[in-house]
């Protein structure tokens, strides 16, 4: 019998050696993240992979699973951890490599396999590991799936199987490459910085950019698992401001920055200034609208109220469908309603039928970045985002708040602004017009300056972002009303960035 994993074991010791470790916490809405050692050691990562496997099995689904591993010192020896536990509970497993996240999803398609099990922390700094899983192509785990795997690895209640493989898939990345490459080339030379942070996608990045026949000017991309520079996060100010500097001495059309695990992309106009992700998707919106018409469009909740208001998206008949942030919702949301694409603030950007194949992937959305572009051959990506209707906007900002203790706090804040909204109580000087308690709260006011509080899905961290239509000191004003609920709490503590 296998032994119960437990929450916390001391290293250096016969039972850290002997019996898995799995803090409960690890298990987040929608993929799994731990720090490597502190909270899950290597048999902790094989009880997972039993988990997942037995789970499959029971769910009915065809036992294959594409497996991939991103950049860093660790990654490897923990799908090895995962592979032997997969293995154990009966699956066959095809072993893709090093890979992006988008590569893995893609294994799913070109291999015709139905499930995925993908080894990366993603943006989130060194020591950090994870896990991002789906059984139902292009979807991935939520709420729900992550808590019956939950239960089963936390209870040791596997099914064993003889019936496990191994299969190893060589070059697997040139396939990918291939794919995204069979399409016509730009109409335009575009000259585009293409940063990497040292993660993953620096592999891969540049060699696409220039087969679409893009001038590519490398950033970071030499692979360096110590990140020496700045984690890869194009949400980071840090990496936003190394790509606008180089964009700017190098006189690039676009700047783009991938994240560890290449699903996400950041963007930086030809002027240097950074593009938040959420007003880059009204863009492209506007863009991909104008050949379908009718479009859906699925955006998170941290996102511009652009897409509700913008004249040209109401012209084209846009549908604007706000939901939870997390890249497994917006996904599924985006399959559900078939919408053309889905956007999230972070980066996350899933095209649809016929842009793409409905999972996020970082290249697909440069791609889209770059076409239009190339429909638009007399302006530059300044002009395209001069041309959106202004709005003053803040950076993701997180307080660090503990994964225990997080979604209290979150309760409490949505039931303070419910009882403000009910009692017809200001919030930054104005009424509230509106309440979306789709994840957290966004608290919109009358001027139609708003604000949103959650939990964060991957880390021991609050969000905030706040946003006004009309001024940057009413965006101020916003931020301060939330920060001011927010320090009632004294489990909230520091942000890693404000305005």
């Given at each position: 019998m296998y032994p119960i994993p437990q929450p916390a074991l001391t290293p250096n010791s016969l039972a850290y050696e002997s019996r898995p470790l799995v803090k409960p916490t690890g298990f987040r809405e929608y993929d799994a993240r731990w720090l490597f050692e502190k909270e899950i050691n290597l048999m902790g990562v094989q009880a997972l992979g039993l988990g997942l496997g037995t789970f499959i099995r029971r769910s009915g689904v065809r036992p294959e699973i594409v497996v991939g591993h991103d950049f860093r010192s660790y990654s490897s020896s923990i799908k090895y951890a995962l592979i032997s536990g997969l293995m154990a509970a009966g699956m066959k497993v095809h072993d893709i490599g090093l890979a992006l996240s988008p590569m893995a999803y893609f294994a799913q398609f070109a291999l015709d396999v139905p499930c995925v099990a993908m080894v990366t922390a993603s943006h989130n700094d060194n020591g950090w590991t994870g896990v991002k899983m789906g059984m139902e192509r292009p979807l991935t785990f939520g709420p729900d799936e992550m808590a019956r795997l939950r239960d089963i690895v936390l209870a040791a209640d596997f099914d064993l199987a003889p019936s496990g493989g191994y299969v190893f898939v060589p070059d697997f990345a040139e396939h990918y490459i291939a794919d995204l490459l069979e399409r016509p080339k730009l109409t335009r030379r575009l000259k585009v910085v293409c940063a990497c942070g040292n993660g993953t996608a620096g592999a891969f990045a540049p060699r696409v950019l220039e087969g679409l026949g893009c001038e590519v000017v490398p950033l970071d991309v030499e692979l360096d698992h110590t990140f020496p520079r700045y984690n890869p996060n194009p949400e980071d100010m840090k990496m936003l401001?190394?790509?606008?500097?180089?964009?700017?001495?190098?006189?690039a059309d676009v700047g783009l920055g991938f994240d560890g695990d290449g699903d996400r992309c950041g963007v930086v106009d030809d002027r240097g200034e950074e593009i938040f992700a959420d007003k880059v998707g009204v863009m492209l919106a506007r863009d991909l609208s104008a050949i379908h018409q009718g479009a859906t469009f699925v955006v998170d909740v941290k996102s511009t109220g652009l897409y509700a208001t913008d004249p040209v998206l109401k012209a084209n008949g846009v549908k604007a469908d706000y939901w939870k942030t997390g890249h497994s919702y917006i996904k599924r949301r985006v399959s559900e309603l078939k919408a053309l694409a889905g956007f999230e603030k972070s980066g996350h950007f899933f095209f649809g039928a016929p842009v793409g194949r409905g999972y996020d992937d970082g290249l697909v959305s440069a791609i889209a970045v770059l076409d239009m572009l190339d429909r638009n051959p007399g302006r530059s990506l300044s002009a395209l985002k001069t041309a959106l209707p202004k709005t003053w906007s803040s950076p993701t900002m997180s307080p660090h708040c503990d994964d225990e203790v997080?979604?209290?706090?979150?309760?409490?804040?949505?039931?303070?602004?419910?009882?403000a909204k009910a009692n017809g109580e200001p919030v930054?000087?104005?009424?509230?017009?509106d309440l979306n308690t789709v994840n957290g709260v966004r608290v919109t006011v009358e001027d139609g300056t708003w604000g949103l509080v959650r939990a964060s899905s991957n880390k021991p961290e609050l969000v905030v972002v706040v946003e006004s239509p009309v001024s940057e000191p009413r965006m101020r004003e916003m931020f301060a009303a939330l920060d001011g609920v927010l320090r009632d709490h004294p489990d909230v503590g520091a942000y890693n960035q404000t305005i």
């Open positions: 401001h190394a790509i606008a500097d180089t964009v700017r001495a190098s006189g997080k979604y209290r706090v979150v309760e409490a804040v949505v039931a303070h602004f419910a009882s930054a000087g104005q009424p509230i017009r």
